[in-house]
């Protein structure tokens, strides 16, 4: 039986991460609804405690129960003074999928043996999206955006951001001499996105599996020094447009539109383009409306109804919908993700953080709850190996304090 939801964590891993289960909807492929995904997911999670004699109590940690109380509490009460309308409405929907997704991932993922077949189907997605993303920026299949890669995902800065999470995620199972080249083979499909957050995770990703020791160079220094040139001569030619020339030098430009065009450089700079403005101009709109009303903020899904596009940064959407304490919920969040990982959870934690500067739904996409659930998963596994748990003849459990 355990084996059985060994291979569901499988299964929703890349079911979620792949984006196959909204995909295939979103085109008209099937009638079957990601809300019937949500209650297969949350089921699986059901039939794990009835089957495990467990609870949600038992098996969640006390700082994930008391945030997800939290979080659910919160959505409650700032719906209440919100415009009830159905933007509002939906928005509180997306927070309760959320808690029971998060809570289902946990203990799923949770499972002997399950990261590791999780992991496999991470690594999976990672190279199935790096090869579809190459085949929609040459032959346009899927994406939104022309000019710029999506594959399944649709949109290019969630195809961008996904690929760099799975890419982290699924690093253990790359044998050590092939991680630094599986980083590199993932960089070419988040290039391809044309997503100047997405590049960024990529950069944080890589550093991050370096410090953290998942990737290990030979001549530390010598590499270091090629890294930190290569990443410094990036940002010059980002900040300066030049990077548009040696697209034009390669061949590449007769593949990118005018929108790619302008985040090249096409005005000089690869931040002058109308994306970088209009979000920067958002989020000082969410900012200030955050210091209007800044202990309650202004209601659920407040910048889902205000007219104009949502603020793409996690931080000033909770800030302008929530306040003071929707903001707080968030950093909690990412506090108790970063105090209760791994060195590799961790990273995870970093890339999510850093991804919610330049995304608004980082707590509505399954994918992205899928990863902060990964992140402690993993802290679960770290300290119950370094613990040591026993089989105890009375039917419970004892700890030996051994490593393994």
């Known amino acids: 039986m355990r084996q059985i939801f060994i291979w569901l964590a499988a299964v929703n891993t890349f079911l979620y991460c792949s984006n196959l289960y909204l995909h295939y909807y979103e085109t008209g492929q099937t009638s079957f609804k990601p809300l019937y995904w949500y209650a297969f997911t949350i089921g699986s999670m059901m039939a794990l405690l009835v089957v495990g004699r467990s609870s949600l109590f038992k098996d969640l940690p006390r700082p994930l129960l008391i945030w997800l109380w939290a979080f659910s509490a919160y959505s409650a009460f ?21 808690v ?57 800065t969630i195809s961008g951001k996904i690929l760099a999470l799975t ?77 548009l020339g040696y697209m034009n030098t390669v061949g590449l430009d007769a593949f990118l539109t005018p929108d790619t065009l302008e985040r090249m450089g096409g005005r000089g700079s690869s931040f002058g383009d109308d994306s970088a403005s209009s979000r920067a101009a958002v989020a000082l709109r969410a900012w200030e409306a955050f210091e209007d009303t800044p202990w309650i903020g202004h209601g659920m899904g407040y ?18 919908n929530g306040g003071m304490l929707g903001l707080a919920i968030f950093l909690g969040l990412l506090a108790l993700v970063w105090c209760n990982s791994d060195r590799l959870g961790k990273v995870i934690c970093l890339l999510y953080a850093f991804s919610s500067l330049t995304s608004h739904n980082n707590l509505d996409q399954p994918a992205m709850i899928y990863m902060l659930a990964m992140a402690l998963a993993l802290g679960r596994n770290s300290r119950e190996s370094s613990v040591g748990i026993l089989p105890d003849p009375g039917g419970g459990e004892r700890r030996n304090r051994v490593l393994w």
């Open 167 to 243: 890419m982290v995620a699924a690093i253990p199972v790359i044998p050590a001499r092939l991680r630094l080249l599986f980083c590199a083979v993932v960089g070419v499909g988040i290039i391809l996105t044309f997503s100047r957050g997405a590049w960024l995770l990529w950069a944080v990703g890589v550093t991050g599996l370096s410090v953290a020791g998942y990737i290990q160079f030979r001549y530390k220094k010598i590499t270091a020094g090629l890294v930190a040139g290569l990443v410094g001569f990036l940002l010059y030619s980002l900040l300066t447009g030049t990077l």
């Open 303 to 320: 910048t889902m109804e205000w007219g104009y596009i949502e603020p793409h940064n996690m931080y000033v959407t909770m800030a302008a």
């Open 100 to 156: 029971f997704l998060f809570a289902a991932f946990f203990l799923l993922l949770i499972q002997p043996g399950a990261i590791r077949v999780a992991q496999w189907a991470l690594l999976v997605v990672a190279l199935l999206g790096v090869v579809l993303n190459i085949i929609d920026f040459f032959t346009p299949l899927w994406s939104t955006v022309p000019g710029r890669a999506a594959g399944l995902y649709g949109n290019p």
């Open 78 to 98: 700032n719906f209440i003074y919100s415009s009830h309308s159905e933007l509002a409405t939906q928005a509180v929907i997306y927070n309760f999928e959320s």
